[in-house]
């Protein structure tokens, strides 16, 4: 038992050399720095917010990839005629090899006088067919003082002819105009702008008032 009991002892009061205290500092040491950076990493992922959010809603971005949209394009042209054609909308975009506009707005100078004015919620350009389609609530203006208003209508690009299909109504020079179809194109001989109304035209003079 003597014997035992100083032999512990002795091994108590031997001092490690310094590589194993080295050792026995890193082994120590190395978890416990280890377990700061992860917990230090973790509390500061908790309070960093997204750099930037997506600048549009889900459905709007799934519809911009799935169609090509370009915002704001503008056309402008001259006719075979020589007319000056522009051509503006809010937003153009393709969809089943449609070319779909929206808030359309359009001029056409004429060159021998005169200019007309479109404007439609909605449009659909052909090119192969060289025309634009207005629709829903086109709304025509022209220098000779017309003011009308047609539930579709189709332009001409290259030759500058525009025709209302369908029913037209509005004023013009003093009247409430009604006619069943509209053509307004460029008189061969004049150059000038010219108006023609078909299919039951119905005129309704108004005098001006006077106080």
């Given at each position: ?96 090899d449609r ?63 525009l025709v ?48």
């Amino acid at each position: 038992m003597t014997a035992c009991g100083s032999g512990w002892s002795e091994a108590r009061g031997v001092s490690p050399d310094p590589y194993s205290r080295l050792i026995l500092i890193l082994k120590i040491g190395l978890p416990l720095l280890a377990l700061g950076i992860l917990s230090t990493l973790f509390l500061l992922s908790s309070r960093i917010e997204p750099a930037g959010e997506i600048p549009f809603p889900e459905d709007e971005v799934t519809e911009r990839l799935r169609s090509q949209r370009v915002s704001d394009p503008v056309y402008s042209g001259v006719t075979d005629a020589g007319d000056r054609l522009s051509f503006e909308a809010r937003s153009l975009m393709t969809e089943n090899d449609r070319n779909l506009a929206s808030a359309v707005f359009a001029t056409l100078d004429f060159l021998g006088g005169g200019a007309v004015t479109l404007e439609a919620a909605r449009g659909e350009l052909t090119f192969d067919a060289d025309k634009v389609d207005l629709s829903e609530n086109v709304r025509i203006a022209s220098t000779q003082g017309y003011l009308l208003t047609s539930d579709f209508m189709t332009a001409t690009l290259s030759e500058g002819h525009l025709v209302s299909p369908g029913p037209v109504s509005g004023t013009g020079r003093g009247t409430l105009l009604t006619a069943g179809r509209m053509e307004i194109r460029t008189n061969p001989e004049t150059g000038a702008a010219e108006m023609l109304f078909t299919d039951g035209v119905q005129l309704v003079y108004e005098p001006e008032r006077t106080e």
